[in-house]
């Protein structure tokens, strides 16, 4: 576990429902209905789900990292895009689980390079510290899987 000794920010939200209900953040800024997608049974409705939010979150924190390791090395990346897609589904011990996968589209680095400052952001950003060894986390540069050592 990483010792946390400064805590800079904190975010609070709370949600009422499951994952049929509705979620707000303690400041307002996302207010947003649940819903649970046909996919999984649910009506589909227009609110969004956990693995949306989820999503949003990791592919922000995610490129953040990314457009500091590039800015180090003298690297644009303003046009460069970070998708984030987070599947759930069950488990054979019982219940649910998530992946995820993140991949990004750089066509104006080598692939070489958009490979190093994947590899780079995914041992910094701390979504990924959060899901390392809990979620199977794909990384792709577009949409061709990177090989990754084990952390």
């Known amino acids: 576990m990483i010792e946390q000794t ?7 939200a709370t949600a ?53 390791f590039a800015a180090g090395l003298g690297l644009d990346l303003t046009d460069a895009r970070l998708t984030a897609r987070v599947g759930i589904g069950l488990v054979p011990s019982g219940g649910f689980g998530l992946v995820a996968a993140l991949d990004l589209d750089a066509p104006q680095l080598s692939r070489a390079m958009a490979v190093d400052l994947m590899s780079r952001a995914h041992e ?18 577009g949409g061709a899987t990177i090989e990754q050592q084990a952390a």
């Open 6 to 12: 400064n805590v800079l920010y904190t975010a609070e």
């Open 16 to 68: 009422t429902g499951g994952r049929e209900g509705h979620a707000r953040t303690s400041d307002r800024r996302l207010d947003v209905d649940l819903d649970v997608p046909r996919e999984m049974g649910g009506k589909g409705g227009a609110g969004t789900n956990p693995e949306q939010l989820f999503a949003v979150g990791y592919a922000a924190c995610f490129q953040s990292a990314l457009l500091r």
């Open 124 to 141: 910094a950003c701390p979504y990924s510290r959060a899901t390392r060894g809990n979620i199977e986390v794909t990384l792709t540069v």
